[in-house]
């Protein structure tokens, strides 16, 4: 199986703030690979897809970037709204293994 | 709008088995291939199941292989988990999971609430 990481686990981050997140594959997954975003409580939430395109309906301030097997999620701006836990996700092959999670809180 | 709602966890003896329900609406189901995630409480996801819009291709994760069953009856929009053998290593949220489309699989655009599957003595 394909093995995901993500860095950090956690940060601490303030409204306004420009987040990053980075996302590895144990081996190349091309640009199959999602970001969700899960607050407590909710089921889980696709804002990137196939590694930069924003899914429909989520604000602009999320970019997803990578291919191969390095892959970063940044937040600019960043809302209230947007403080959760943030898993990628690769979908190039069967299982499609999820990162361990990176949690952003309030600073 | 499009709607997913599971049913059918609760709280089972190891050994023991469940079958979950998940009511799908505001799409063409047969369309989409689904899928079943679940999650431990306190940790991360993982893909369960996943089933092709007709039904005629199904995928395992290796911890469920041979003890879980997916199924769909696209005549009345329901996605199904047949869970035998479970064990404490089961618990979990399960939740189903739509496909964004035929030219990404596995990836969710939409997924459910949730039902809580408790595997205990």
């Known amino acids: 199986d394909i093995q995901m990481t993500q860095s950090p686990s956690s940060l601490s981050a303030s409204v306004g703030d420009r987040v990053t997140i980075t996302c590895r594959a144990s081996?190349?997954?091309?640009?199959?690979l999602n970001w969700y975003h899960q607050k407590p409580g909710k089921a889980p939430k696709l804002l990137i897809y196939?590694?930069?395109s924003l899914q429909s309906g989520v604000p602009s301030r999320f970019r997803g970037s990578g291919s191969g097997t390095d892959f970063t999620l940044t937040i600019n701006n960043l809302q209230p709204e947007d403080f959760a836990t943030y898993y990628c996700q690769q979908s190039y092959s069967v299982p499609g293994t999820f990162g361990p999670g990176t949690t952003v809180d309030v600073k | 709008e499009v709607q997913l709602v599971e049913s059918g966890g609760g709280l089972v003896q190891p050994g023991g088995s469940l079958r979950l329900s998940c009511a799908a609406s505001?799409?063409?189901?047969?369309?989409?291939?689904m899928n079943w995630v679940r999650q431990s409480p306190g940790k991360g996801l993982e893909w369960v199941s996943g089933i092709s819009g007709s039904g005629a291709s199904t995928s395992y994760a290796d911890s469920v292989n041979g003890r879980f069953t997916i199924s769909r009856d696209n005549s009345k929009n329901t996605l199904y988990l047949q869970m035998n053998g479970l064990r404490a290593e089961d618990t979990a949220v399960y939740y189903c999971a739509k496909d964004l489309g035929v030219a990404t699989p596995r990836t969710f655009d939409y997924w459910g609430q949730g039902t809580l599957v408790t595997v205990s003595s």
């Open positions: 081996r190349t997954i091309s640009n199959y």
């Open positions: 196939g590694a930069s």
């Open positions: 505001g799409f063409s189901f047969s369309y989409y291939a």
